[in-house]
């Protein structure tokens, strides 16, 4: 079996981007009549706050998962997912949510994710716990 790579982490606040040029949280909006990942990432999470692993959202919103229809087997969609963390993904530091639209995200103790306003109190009072582990999006520009 290949080594599998994963993008989950626990107990972990990724706060926004320093170059992040959202004051408040955005909805990111579909572009050119589709949804962009930053748009299935909001809508996948924010339906649904504490459900998914970063795994599952990074996955379900790549090219690869999108691929996969409603219908697919478990057991197609278990070997999709298994090719595509054979090689090492972008975390959710990554995503166009922290580093544009103006989202952090926490990870619980099971590495479940949810999103939070860069201007809500819940977000403040997660960028300052000191039990969580503090990381930051990566940056759209270089220093």
Not at 7 to 27: Q, W, Y
Not at 115 to 125: F, G, N
Request: proline share 6%; hydrophobic share 35%.
């Amino acid at each position: 079996m290949p080594k599998l790579y994963t993008t989950n982490c626990v107990n972990t606040f990724i706060s926004v981007a320093e170059d992040c040029p959202a004051r408040t949280g955005e909805e990111p909006r579909p572009r050119g009549g589709g949804p962009t990942v930053a748009t299935l990432q909001y809508q996948m999470i924010a339906a649904a706050p504490y459900k998914y692993t970063s795994d599952d959202v990074v996955f379900a919103t790549s090219a690869a998962g999108r691929a996969l229809d409603a219908k697919a087997a478990k057991q197609e969609r278990s070997r999709a997912r298994e090719m595509f963390f054979s090689r090492g993904q972008a975390c959710m530091r990554a995503s166009p949510l922290g580093k544009r639209f103006g989202w952090g995200v926490h990870a619980d103790a099971e590495g479940r994710i949810a999103i939070y306003a860069v201007d809500s109190k819940r977000y403040q009072a997660l960028a300052g716990d000191p039990k969580l582990t503090q990381v930051r999006a990566m940056r759209s520009k270089r220093a």
